[in-house]
């Protein structure tokens, strides 16, 4: 039975410090996972922190927190479904699969998305699929970190892995970007999978924002920023 957990709508119950909680904080854009942590852990002076589930640097949404003996239960929480809002933008691909990276390619001629055409597409990802970690990315290859390697300019090839896709919905479409809703099983690369629909498409892809709004039961609307859990924590008893 989970003893605590911090989120706005659990404010007025908890009213006095603890050192085992589940936090749920909403991660800013250029924060990586572990600045977070580090932010709370400071913050609570709390001996133990944890996340489950790490966001890309440049993403932004939900994480959740475990401090204490509530990092034990992080695990269990990080093998959840999460749910994402994620921009697609086509005419280009990234070594990284999103915005970060450098232009590796770009289509010559003009780009043309509209719901006719790119439906299908979209619905063909559906399921259990199997998908190619990128390159930049924390997946080991014999011993090695991918990124490592990647940043070496040294590109290997990897395994595919299955992960399933259980919805994926196209909310909104803006000249030569898409913003998708996907829920999906742990393991899911959402920047994989915008380079695949955009080499599916033809005119390649990358991933240009994202942002987490659920894991499992845990919402984002329901987490607190860095700053509104700081101003809570140091005004309990």
């Known amino acids: 039975m989970t003893k605590r957990i911090i989120s706005k709508n659990t404010l007025q119950t908890n009213r006095e410090r603890s050192s085992d909680n589940l936090i749920l904080i ?7 996972s ?9 913050i609570g002076k709390f001996k133990k922190v944890g996340h489950a589930g790490t966001l890309d640097p ?10 204490g003996k509530e990092t034990k239960t ?8 999460k749910t994402y809002i994620a921009t697609v933008r086509f005419g280009r691909s990234t070594d990284t699969y999103d915005g ?5 390619a770009s289509v010559s001629g003009p780009v043309k998305i509209d719901i006719e055409s790119i439906a299908p ?27 490592k390697l990647a940043r070496k300019g040294t590109e290997i090839e990897r395994e595919a892995v299955p992960v399933t896709i259980f919805e994926l919905k196209i909310l909104e479409i803006r000249d030569i970007e898409i913003d998708l809703y996907v829920k999906c099983s742990k393991g899911t690369y ?7 629909i955009g080499n599916a498409t033809g005119y390649l892809a990358y991933l240009k924002e994202l942002r987490r709004v659920a894991i499992n039961d845990f919402l984002l ?16 008893n």
């Open 26 to 32: 909403d991660k800013p854009a250029g924060w990586t």
């Open 34 to 42: 572990f600045d977070v942590v580090k932010k709370v852990k400071n």
């Open 58 to 67: 440049f993403a932004t949404g939900l994480l959740v927190l475990g401090t």
């Open 74 to 81: 992080l695990q269990q929480i990080s093998g959840d479904h």
């Open 100 to 104: 970060t990276g450098e232009i590796t």
């Open 121 to 147: 597409v979209i619905d063909s990802f559906k399921g259990t699929v199997m998908q190619v970690p990128p390159m930049f990315s924390a997946k080991k290859k014999n011993g090695t970190r991918l990124y």
């Open 190 to 196: 959402i920047r994989s999978l915008a380079n695949d």
């Open 221 to 236: 609307e329901h987490a607190l920023n860095i700053q509104e859990f700081e101003s809570y924590w140091k005004a309990l």
